[in-house]
C-alpha cells in the first residue's frame, strides 16, 4: 500500500507563489522507481493534468496552461515531489492532487492519489 500526502496549499493573492509538497510512504515502496505527477480539480470541473517528473528526475512534463509558471522536482532521499508555483493567477484555484505513476516514465497513468490540497488565488 502508498500512502500519497500533499501539503502547502493556501490562499493567496494573484502574483503569490506557492510551493506544494507531496511525500510518499508505504512498508515495501521503492519510491525512487516510479514517475510522479501533480493535478488540479477545480470546482465543477474534471481533473486536469498539470506537470509530472519521471523517476530520474530526467524528464518533466507541464500542461500549457502552466508552463514558465510552474516547476516540478524531486527529492527521493525524502521521497518528496515538490511543485513550485510562481505568477499565480485565479483560474489556477484548485485542488491539487500528486499521483504515483505506474511506472518510471510518464504514461498519464496514476495508480495511487493523494488527498489532496486546496489552492486559492483571489484577484
Known amino acids: 500500500q502508498v500512502l500519497l500526502v500533499e501539503s502547502g496549499g493556501g490562499l493567496v493573492q494573484a502574483g503569490a507563489s506557492l510551493r506544494l509538497s507531496c511525500v510518499a510512504s508505504?512498508?515495501?515502496?521503492?519510491?525512487?522507481?516510479?514517475?510522479m505527477g501533480w493535478f488540479r480539480q477545480a470546482p465543477g470541473k474534471e481533473r486536469e493534468f498539470v506537470a509530472a517528473?519521471?523517476?530520474?528526475?530526467?524528464?518533466?512534463y507541464y500542461a500549457d496552461s502552466v508552463k514558465g509558471r510552474f516547476t516540478i522536482s524531486r527529492d527521493d532521499a525524502k521521497r518528496m515531489v515538490t511543485l513550485e508555483m510562481i505568477s499565480l493567477k485565479p483560474e489556477d484555484t484548485a485542488v491539487y492532487y500528486c499521483?504515483?505513476?505506474?511506472?518510471?516514465?510518464?504514461?498519464?497513468?496514476?495508480?495511487?492519489w493523494g488527498q489532496g490540497t486546496q489552492v486559492t488565488v483571489s484577484s
Open positions: 499521483g504515483l505513476g505506474s511506472g518510471s516514465t510518464w504514461t498519464g497513468r496514476v495508480d495511487y
Open positions: 508505504g512498508r515495501t515502496f521503492r519510491y525512487s522507481w516510479y514517475a
Open positions: 517528473i519521471s523517476d530520474d528526475a530526467s524528464r518533466t
